[in-house]
């Protein structure tokens, strides 16, 4: 493992764009729009030039897995320092506190696995825990610190609390010279939201003002479904404000719409959603706020895709806009909610469907998901980064539930052809 300090040295902002030109946090203010970034008619053809993996940390080996691994990029005078949180989980949505890792050599070796102060356990009473999961870091250029955000869970007695207290959206953030701020609260007071509002697990972006615009599924007291809507939100490298709200998405299966993650895409700004009807879901809309209605995914061909309650990320090239998602397969059939292998596509986004000739394989199923599934890691919980202008990251912590939550913690490259200009 590579040493590190916590220090993360000051750079300019023309040495972060320089570093980070593939990075797609940062996006266009609200309302705006960017023309002539793209080449028109501009396709999949040969962009993906090739995709790798590697095994971070060996869990299948050690018993364990670190989970929900997410980076960001933070710049320094030597390049781009890579920071990831990650936690333990040793039971069914039951996790440990985050810890974080960095690499100084764009994920090759990283530093021991420490915790994130704040982001550990509260203990409420002899057998309530509150903890923390979910958790997102992004760094923030324009005032150089990296933003932590998930939510608070509850445990009793060394499980999931069920019934769950109220929930909501956890941050803290991580200054330039490497310190950490305590754990605050997103305050939002929203009808829509008396029981739970969360952007746990969700891409946010970063506007070129320095505004966050935020995805959150949100639920009330009463009401069994969860609907989704985006927040615009000011951040001055101290504190995280609601200062906009968006329209409500709905649908009323389950526990409704949850998850959702956003992304911009050549000024115009696109939802992902996970749902509970055999469907993942898609939205777009020009200012980033107002929603237009919900859509299935779909193949180019109008052939709906058969997804069962996981997450999807976005994954952006300046030139095209891809998915990464699970979906049912034939190698899968077996498997719990189909959650291997990891795909992605590109997007037409026009039509707001998958083009069915442009999908690869970005994590292959390990093991046999036909007649072994139980042998196989679940790869549900997975993150998007840029690390550079010419390689993106898909980083996974597998799941194999039916061998105490072991598994490999993953790392795969997308290469890209060209650069990515963003």
């Known amino acids: 493992m590579s040493k590190t300090t916590n220090c993360v040295d000051r750079v300019t902002r023309r040495q972060f764009l320089s570093q980070l030109a593939g990075v797609t946090a940062?996006?266009?203010?609200?309302?705006?729009?960017?023309?002539?970034?793209?080449?028109?008619g501009s396709s999949n053809g040969g962009l993906v030039k090739n995709i790798t993996s590697q095994v971070l940390w060996n869990g299948r080996r050690d018993g364990f897995t670190w989970f929900h691994p997410r980076c960001c990029m933070i710049p320094s005078p030597k390049g781009p320092v890579a920071l990831m949180t990650m936690q333990k989980i040793t039971g069914s949505d039951y996790f440990h506190?985050?810890?974080?890792?960095?690499?100084?050599?764009?994920?090759?070796?990283?530093?021991?696995?420490?915790?994130?102060?704040?982001?550990?356990?509260?203990?409420?009473?002899?057998?309530?825990?509150?903890?923390?999961?979910?958790?997102?870091?992004e760094y923030h250029p324009q005032t150089e610190t990296v933003l932590a955000m998930g939510h608070n869970v509850w445990y009793e007695k060394g499980k999931l609390m069920y019934p769950q207290r109220e929930r909501f959206p956890v941050y803290v953030?991580?200054?330039?010279?490497?310190?950490?701020?305590k754990k605050q609260i997103l305050p939002w007071d929203d009808p829509c939201a008396t029981e739970i509002y969360t952007c746990g697990?969700?891409?946010?972006?970063?506007?070129?003002?320095?505004?966050?615009?935020?995805a959150l599924s949100c639920g009330a007291k009463g009401r069994g479904d969860r609907v989704v809507c985006s927040v615009?939100?000011?951040?001055?490298?101290?504190?995280?404000?609601?200062?906009?709200?968006?329209?409500?998405?709905?649908?009323?299966?389950?526990?409704?719409?949850?998850?959702?993650?956003?992304?911009?895409?050549?000024?115009k700004y696109y939802m992902t959603i996970r749902a509970e009807d055999g469907h993942g879901y898609v939205a777009s809309s020009k200012d980033g706020l107002n929603w237009q209605p919900i859509q299935p995914w779909c193949w180019d061909d109008g052939e709906a895709i058969t997804m069962s309650t996981t997450q999807q990320h976005w994954l952006v090239h300046h030139e095209k806009l891809f998915l990464v998602y699970t979906r049912k397969a034939k190698e899968?059939?077996?498997l719990m909610r189909w959650r291997a292998p990891l795909y992605m596509a590109a997007v037409d986004d026009k039509s707001l469907r998958l083009i069915r000739n442009s999908e690869r394989i970005v994590l292959p199923i390990i093991g046999d998901g036909i007649n072994e599934p139980k042998q196989v890691g679940l790869m549900g919980n997975f993150h998007i980064n840029h690390a550079t202008a010419g390689e993106?990251?898909?980083?996974?912590?597998?799941?194999?539930?039916?061998?105490?939550?072991?598994?490999?913690?993953?790392?795969?490259r997308v290469q890209w052809s060209r650069p990515n200009k963003l």
């Open 332 to 334: 899968n059939i077996n």
């Open 26 to 40: 940062a996006c266009v203010p609200l309302g705006c729009c960017v023309a002539g970034m793209a080449e028109a």
């Open 97 to 137: 506190p985050v810890h974080w890792v960095r690499s100084e050599d764009l994920g090759k070796n990283w530093s021991e696995p420490l915790p994130v102060p704040g982001l550990g356990r509260r203990t409420v009473s002899d057998t309530v825990q509150e903890g923390v999961c979910d958790v997102v870091p």
């Open 201 to 214: 697990c969700g891409q946010r972006v970063t506007l070129t003002d320095g505004k966050l615009l935020i």
């Open 392 to 412: 993106s990251w898909v980083t996974v912590g597998e799941n194999m539930y039916q061998k105490g939550f072991s598994g490999d913690c993953l790392l795969s």
């Open 173 to 181: 953030i991580r200054r330039s010279d490497g310190s950490w701020s």
């Open 232 to 267: 615009l939100c000011d951040y001055d490298g101290e504190k995280v404000r609601v200062i906009k709200v968006g329209n409500k998405l709905s649908k009323k299966v389950k526990r409704g719409l949850l998850e959702p993650s956003v992304a911009c895409f050549q000024g």
